[in-house]
């Protein structure tokens, strides 16, 4: 299930530089898509510049060209691999630089005053691909993601059975955590990124002004959402 919200940055310097807050979302997570919509206020006629991504003043790489660019123009940054890579890196503030010839100046302004990130949380990173089981004893078994590195096992506890429903108990763990009914991370009593199997969720859905639209998600005992 892909989650979103909305993004701080600001604009700052001569106007020509866009600082990237990501404090405010969730850790591990893996940005589908994010782009920043910006108005040229002023600019050297027909100037072209490279917004390149810098981190602590170092510069990391090109995000995109602009090119030829007016008074009043829109410009679109897609910033979905800058924001990856600040969540790869545990870095919160990222900074993009815009840069053209020498004399050419630029001034931008914000369109929206904050940024739509669409991402998936790190128990939903590709559920569709390659497993690899390993047995980590006789009463634990464990998967891990080809695609993403993210280790998963359960642990048998105790157990009721019956001919109409089993009712089993046991320990999980997931090297990305879990997360609960806000979008956080549980914090559990058993140890630092396990949970119990029995710890499962129904998250009811609401529109931006806090309202029922209806809708449920489940979210199973891996975090994993439905």
């Known amino acids: 299930m892909v989650n979103s919200q909305k993004l701080n940055y600001e604009i700052i310097g001569n106007l020509d530089k866009i600082e990237i807050n990501i404090s405010s979302l969730p850790k591990n997570i893996r940005v589908k898509n994010a ?11 027909n100037a072209s510049f490279d917004a ?20 009043q123009d829109n410009v679109y940054l897609n910033v979905t691999n800058v924001i990856n890579y600040l969540v790869r890196n545990n870095l919160p503030v990222g900074t993009l630089k815009f840069e053209g010839e020498e004399g050419n100046i630029i001034q931008l302004e914000k369109v929206d005053d904050k940024a ?49 429903i089993s009712l089993p108990i046991y320990h999980v763990y997931n090297s990305n955590g879990f997360t609960g009914l ?45």
């Not at 991504?53 to 030829?68: A, N, P, Q, S, T």
């Not at 058993?190 to 129904?202: M, P, Q, V």
């Open 35 to 45: 782009f920043l919509v910006l108005k040229v206020k002023n600019v050297t006629e």
């Open 116 to 164: 739509k990130v669409d991402y998936l949380m790190p128990s939903n990173f590709e559920e569709n691909a390659t497993n690899y089981k390993v047995n980590l004893s006789e009463a634990c078994s464990g998967n891990i993601n080809l695609s993403s590195g993210e280790l998963s096992v359960s642990s048998f506890d105790a157990g009721l059975s019956c001919n109409a």
């Open 182 to 226: 806000e979008g956080d991370f549980v914090k559990s009593l058993y140890g630092e990124n396990f949970k119990l199997s029995l710890e499962r969720y129904i998250k009811e859905e609401v529109d931006e002004n806090g309202k029922s639209n209806h809708t449920y998600t489940y979210i199973d005992e891996n975090g994993k959402e439905e």
């Open 52 to 71: 390149n991504f810098y981190v602590d003043d170092i510069k990391c790489g090109l995000v995109d060209r602009v090119l030829e660019l007016e008074n």
